[in-house]
Each structure stands twice: as C-alpha cells, then as structure tokens.
C-alpha cells in the first residue's frame, strides 16, 4: 500500500517527501541512519527515487517514524500533507500542524 498515488483525486492524502528526506538530513544521511539503527538497508539511489516520484509507501513511512524517534528527531507525516491537494472536506480531516 502506498501513502499516495500518482494523481491526487482530492481525497488523498499527498506528502512532501522532499521535506521529510531534509527532516532527516538528506537522501545519504537518510539512508546510513537506517541502516546504521539496523532497520534497514537501501539501494543506492532508492531514497532519490522517493524524491523522484513524490512517493513514500506506508510500510516505509512506519519505518521512518521508528528511525525517528530511535534518533530523536520530532517526525509526524501529517506535518508533511500537501493540503493544496485535499478537498474542503479532507482539509477539515487533515488539519494544517506545525512543524
């Protein structure tokens, strides 16, 4: 299961993979600090693909907030929702949170 397709239809919800990569120090820094913590080990290339796409499945989106608080960084995805993408109705599900 992904946390976004390719086109949002209003009612997905759509991240900024982007940010959270920096959040976490970049494509490099993202990819030694998981396998550093053993929870995973990527393909070179594989975060970039994230980037690439605009695209995090939610079984790495879990994996990241693990990492997360393994490294003391303040990570919460709904930070991270596109709302430009949501309906008015999605909107009022997904309220804007600060960073």
Known sequence: MTAQ?????????VLDVKGIVTLFGGAS?????????KIAVLAQGTVDKWVERNRITSDWL??????????????????????????ASARRRFPKIAL
């Open 29 to 37: 820094a993202l990819r030694w600090a998981l396998e550093r913590r």
């Open 5 to 13: 397709p390719k086109e949002a239809d209003g009612n997905t919800v």
């Open 62 to 87: 879990i994996k990241l907030m693990v990492l997360a608080r393994m490294e003391n960084i303040k990570f919460n995805p709904l930070a991270f929702v596109d709302r430009s993408q949501l309906t």
